[in-house]
């Protein structure tokens, strides 16, 4: 029984030490995201470009080992245009995603105020809303129509994005890049011959308090 409450005892004092050295970190930065879909053996990829805001709260473990876990806001937007003679199409779409990834850090320290470090880890991500404006003018004859891309039936909210990166910190100010694989099947119709998914590239700065 005593060893049972020395050990609650000293893990209760290292979630304590952990607890006073974490550190909140308030960031934002760019995104260019590349969603590729398959039909058969036929795929197909669009770009869009976009940019992040949120914050995360680094919890040190052992050593130079941190646990991240964070929330952030993104959105995503692309367009496209199509003339043919006096015919012409464009399409717009704006997409806005929550974001919680849970990071695995390790820091290097190279000065008293300088450091390297490295990330990897899941984030969860949820679309919160989807919309493509399309435009289309024909001999003067020009309308426009607005969709939500969610009513259909084949586009998922979820995925999870496995990313990795890396950084250094300067001071009290942080910059990272950062590449993320989308693990989730975005299809989610009845064909077994279709897929979609999104991995995107990030490069951000952030402020540590």
Do not use: W
């Amino acid at each position: 029984m005593k060893k049972i409450i020395a050990i609650a005892a000293a893990a209760a004092m290292l979630f304590a030490a952990s607890e006073a050295s974490a550190q909140v970190i308030v960031g934002a930065g760019y995104v260019n995201s590349t969603t590729t879909s398959k039909v058969s053996d036929n795929k197909a990829s669009s770009d869009a470009n976009g940019f992040y805001v949120g914050a995360s709260y680094n919890i040190p473990l052992v050593g130079g080992l941190g646990l991240a876990p964070g929330l952030y806001y993104e959105f995503l937007g692309s367009s496209s245009k199509k003339d043919a003679g006096i015919f012409s199409a464009s399409g717009t779409t704006t997409e806005h995603y929550l974001n919680i990834p849970v990071m695995v850090n390790y820091s290097f320290g190279l000065a008293s105020d300088c450091s390297l470090f490295a990330f990897a880890g899941p984030t969860l991500e949820y679309g919160l809303a989807s919309s493509t404006k399309l435009e289309a003018s024909a001999g003067g004859i020009s309308g426009e129509k607005t969709v939500n891309n969610y009513d259909a039936d084949d586009y998922g909210r979820f995925d999870c994005l496995l990313g990795l990166g890396v950084g250094f910190n300067i001071r009290a100010f942080q910059v990272k890049v950062g590449y993320d694989f989308g693990m989730v099947n975005r299809y989610t119709g009845s064909s077994d011959k279709c897929s979609m998914h999104r991995n995107q590239v990030h490069l951000g700065v952030a402020y540590v308090f």
